[in-house]
């Protein structure tokens, strides 16, 4: 069974900054893509920034410059560095895993006060 853990949510100032990780349980870590996707109330879940397996990346327009994803395949885990945060990337951040099968993590809050 696949299992990925999110961590490194929580309450910041705007220009502030957060590094969430992503801990796979699964081999297969390696060989998927991932992604990092946030959803914020009363809006659908949208896709923030994602890395290939050979780590390719590509991100949502507005987030780009300001966070980084990052994946480390030897210890099973990716990565979102989030800097220069705005009250409107408050949301839950999930990290997903995979393509025509794929993982979803339970979600952390990330908070950006004003």
């Known amino acids: 069974q696949v299992r990925l853990v999110e961590s490194g949510g929580g309450l910041v100032q705007a220009g502030g900054s957060l590094r969430l990780s992503c801990a796979a349980s699964?081999?297969?870590?390696?060989?998927?893509?991932m992604g990092w996707y946030r959803q914020a109330p009363g809006r659908q879940r949208e896709l923030v920034a994602a890395i290939t397996s050979g780590g390719s990346t590509n991100y949502a327009d507005s987030v780009k410059g300001r966070f980084t994803i990052s994946r480390d395949n030897a210890k099973k885990t990716g990565y979102l560095q989030m800097n220069s945060l705005k009250p409107e990337d408050t949301a839950v951040y999930y990290c997903m895993l995979g393509a025509s099968v794929v993982y979803w993590g339970q979600g952390t809050q990330v908070t950006v006060s004003s």
């Open positions: 699964t081999i297969i870590f390696s060989i998927n893509s």
